[in-house]
């Protein structure tokens, strides 16, 4: 997609109720969290959800939708593959399909003028303003014909919602119990789902959304890939790996993204687990020459 497309264009009704859908229940998470914030109050059992939910939400995305949907880095059962898509939806990122799609064409046309979110046209575009184009919608299952052959990811990619609803209706159930069992913690159900779910998927989209922008601008380019991807230390630990982007870009098909010890990659980590599990398999790690290329910079 040019930049010049990148503008509004017009739609059909129905498209535009799913376009104003889509940016009216984004918008409304943000509202939620800023009011919650001041109203719900906070509690011990409210921070450990915090906490929890945010790890929870950042490997729905490094794990699922990044590093097995959108890139394939390693395999799984059938089973196991709709267990990750529920978890990677629970994100509010949309579908697996649609995630999958708009990262694959991120990465053959990364930092061109074909590139969705590519700093090039701001960096407010690259973090959030792409998202509100209605270009959102052109995602076709064409592009992701391994994915789109499963109709239980179709079913995922259209009601992506049922996962996140899952999950709020947990936390307001463990709210609710625990203000009734054990008053003394200070927990009701609204402050559960504040923290646990409108406060978390606030920080998750920003930390997910710092891939496209922040990542992009700055921090150490190791390999010279012919874009702009960065390694950040920083964003390296916070994105539990997704932040040495650098080294994500010179073997994107790699299920590690921090190449070398000193780079934490808890993603990774978790996958290995998996993998002794016997839950994964075909564990893809970037091969001896690519580790030994020449530094561009430290």
């Known amino acids: 997609m040019a930049a ?3 503008a509004d264009t017009p739609l059909p009704p ?13 918008w409304g998470i943000h509202a939620a969290a800023l009011i919650g914030i001041f109203t719900a109050g906070f509690s011990l059992a409210a921070g450990i959800a915090l906490v929890f939910c945010v790890v929870q939400g950042m490997l729905s995305v490094t794990l699922c939708y990044h590093r097995y949907f959108a890139h394939r880095s390693f395999n799984t059962s059938r089973c196991f593959q709709f267990i990750l ?30 590139d969705w979110h590519s700093p090039r046209h701001g960096f407010w575009h690259a973090h959030n303003g792409w998202l509100e184009s209605p270009r959102i919608l052109d995602v076709s299952y064409e592009k ?5 052959r499963y109709p239980e990811l179709r ?43 409108f406060v978390r998927t606030v920080i998750v989209w920003q930390l997910t959304f710092a891939t496209n922008s922040v990542l992009h601008r700055w921090g150490n380019k190791r390999f010279d ?14 994105n539990l790996g997704d932040g040495f982007h650098n080294n994500h870009h010179r073997w994107s098909m790699s299920a590690r993204h921090g190449f070398y010890w000193w780079e934490f990659d ?21 091969p001896p020459e690519i580790l030994e290329q020449r530094r561009v910079s430290e």
């Not at 209706?169 to 779910?197: C, E, I, K």
């Not at 808890?266 to 970037?286: G, M, N, S």
């Open 4 to 6: 010049a497309d990148i």
């Open 14 to 26: 129905a498209r535009r109720v799913q376009w104003i859908l889509i940016r009216s229940i984004r």
């Open 85 to 114: 898509a529920f978890w990677g939806a629970t994100s509010l990122q949309r579908g697996p399909i649609w995630w999958a799609a708009v990262h694959r064409h991120h990465h053959r046309h990364s930092d061109s003028d074909q």
């Open 144 to 148: 992701v014909r391994d994915l789109s």
């Open 155 to 197: 079913f995922l990619d259209t009601f992506y919602h049922i996962p996140a609803l899952v999950m709020i209706a947990t936390l307001a159930a463990t709210g609710a119990y625990l203000d009734s069992v054990h008053p003394q913690l200070g927990a009701n159900a609204w402050q559960m789902v504040v923290w646990g779910f």
């Open 225 to 238: 890939n012919g874009d702009e991807s960065r390694n950040n230390y920083i964003l390296g630990v916070l």
């Open 266 to 286: 808890v993603t990774y980590y978790l996958i290995k687990l998996l993998e002794a599990l016997r839950l994964v398999r075909d564990v893809k790690t970037p």
